[in-house]
């Protein structure tokens, strides 16, 4: 295993969810001026059409790492394909150091638009997937999408390569997100659960603590708005989108439901816990007005935005936010920001969203030794420390949690490491992409109506039939 330098330079700001920036370490190059070569070779592995559709949508296209224009020679070509992640460096940067770690497998990086516009990043996988052609040979997927194409047969079972001393390297709960049918279907990369930020230089100035519970939070978030030491009392996302799913899990988990009965076959999603929590998050919106109307079309960054532009006390989002809080350059609350779990209704408890993105293999791939030795060195502990450095994702092992250097940089992760290894998964099943969309339109409709019974007692009815 080749040595990774975790000093690498330091670039431009974290972005990992920000579709309109791209590092100028990792340029992009939109679809319609690719060099020739480069544009057949799209062309042969149909990823041309989802290069020109990732540029609309991430403000560029595919990135090719340096040395995937290399000659490949004597080498293996494997294809890589993954939503856009990166912080001061970038996932081209991790491809091109295990390009330059060994001389016989050349790895070329394909890269979707962000993990905030999953539905795109899912459809054109799936779209890659089900051709069955051996393209992309890897790919990192959504901890929802594992069931699916695990069902699909399009991940290949990686349990022979991948023994279980290894396998015990890992968080338990991630081993298991990764396991489908009995198989590891997908390997840990980086795992995250939705949280709390909050301005701590208001809340002590105040006298506060980090609220426990929802009342808290909104009596607090009222007060710093009458006082006007804030426009916006609480930040979340309610746009159309899947991490609207995420916010409505959390929701309604801090009330002690759920979206499916435990036994994974009918839908919990129109009890009156559900409903109660959906309810506050209208109410937010409606009632106390700690949020304004706009969160119902902001997805991540729009909603970190004002936080980190410090007119915020509250913003629930993923662990990407922290370091951009932290870097001067774009943010305002510098050293005033804080990380807590999210806050529970009267008698429940904290709950995250288990979110993250993991390793497959594809089951066609024409390459399977290269592919399975990328994707280990992909998710071992110095590549996972590098990418907490360098891109601010939580590793997916224990002993890479406990680094010092990683305490050091970005300390609220270990302080908060039972939120992502406690993290409450979204419904596991192969038939998530229906789910999730039903979930999506009722809980925005309720959202906009104020209907939120009838709405969620619709999505339950369409969600049992999904899963029965
Ligand atoms: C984050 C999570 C992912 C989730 C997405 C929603 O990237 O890691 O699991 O689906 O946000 O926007």
């Not at 998050?281 to 410090?310: A, C, H, M, Q």
Request: aromatic share 8%; charged share 20%; proline share 6%.
């Amino acid at each position: 295993m080749a040595k990774l330098d975790t000093d690498a330079a330091v670039g431009p700001t974290p972005r990992a969810h920000t579709p309109e920036a791209a590092p100028a370490s990792a340029p992009s190059e939109p679809a319609q001026g690719l060099a020739p070569s480069r544009r057949r070779f799209l062309q042969g592995t149909g990823l041309l059409a989802l290069s020109v559709a990732g540029g609309a949508l991430a403000g560029g296209g595919l990135l090719a790492s340096a040395s995937s224009r290399a000659s490949a020679h004597s080498r293996t070509e494997i294809t890589f394909a993954s939503a856009k992640f990166y912080g001061k460096q970038s996932i081209g940067q991790a491809v091109d150091m295990f390009n330059q770690s060994q001389s016989k497998i050349l790895v070329k990086f394909l890269e979707l638009p962000p993990p905030s516009s999953s539905t795109e990043v899912h459809q054109a996988l799936v779209q890659q997937l089900a051709r069955r052609s051996g393209t992309p040979d890897v790919f990192t997927q959504d901890v929802i999408w594992i069931a699916e194409f695990a069902g699909a047969g399009w991940a290949l079972p990686l349990d022979e390569y991948v023994p279980a001393a290894d396998r015990q390297q890992y968080f338990p709960g991630l081993i298991d997100a990764c396991t489908y049918g009995g198989k590891l279907t997908a390997l840990p990369w980086i795992v995250d659960g939705g949280m709390l930020f909050y301005r701590k230089d208001l809340l002590e100035a105040a006298g506060a603590k980090a609220p426990q519970t929802w009342d808290e939070l909104t009596a607090i978030a009222s007060e710093m708005q009458k006082s006007k030491k804030v426009d916006f009392g609480y930040l979340w996302q309610g746009k159309q989108a899947e991490v609207l799913v995420c916010d409505a899990v959390e929701a309604i988990a801090t009330n002690g439901g759920a979206i499916l009965a435990s036994d994974g076959k009918s839908a919990a999603i129109g009890s009156d816990k559900a409903i109660e929590a959906v309810q506050f998050l209208y109410d937010t919106i409606n009632k106390s007005k700690i949020s304004p109307s706009d969160v119902l079309s902001w997805d991540e960054e729009p909603s970190r935005l004002p936080f980190t532009g410090g007119k915020a006390a509250f913003l629930r989002n993923w662990s990407y936010v922290y370091a951009i809080a932290q870097d001067p350059s774009g943010s305002s609350v510098v050293d005033k920001v804080g990380v807590a779990p999210l806050p529970h209704f009267a008698g429940g408890k904290s709950a995250a969203c288990l979110g993250g993105y993991q390793y497959g293999v594809n089951a066609n791939t024409k390459h399977r030794e290269a592919a399975v030795e990328f994707v280990r060195w992909m998710s071992s502990p110095e590549t996972q420390l590098w990418f907490a450095l360098q891109l601010g994702l939580a590793p997916t092992r224990p002993a890479v949690f406990k680094e010092q250097k990683l305490g050091q940089e970005q300390p609220f992760m270990q302080q908060l490491e039972t939120v992502f290894t406690g993290a409450t998964p979204r419904p596991v099943t192969p038939k998530y992409a229906q789910v999730t969309l039903a979930i999506q339109s009722a809980v925005s409709r309720a959202l906009v109506s104020g209907e939120v019974k009838k709405e969620l007692d619709a999505a339950a009815s369409r969600i049992d039939k999904i899963v029965a």
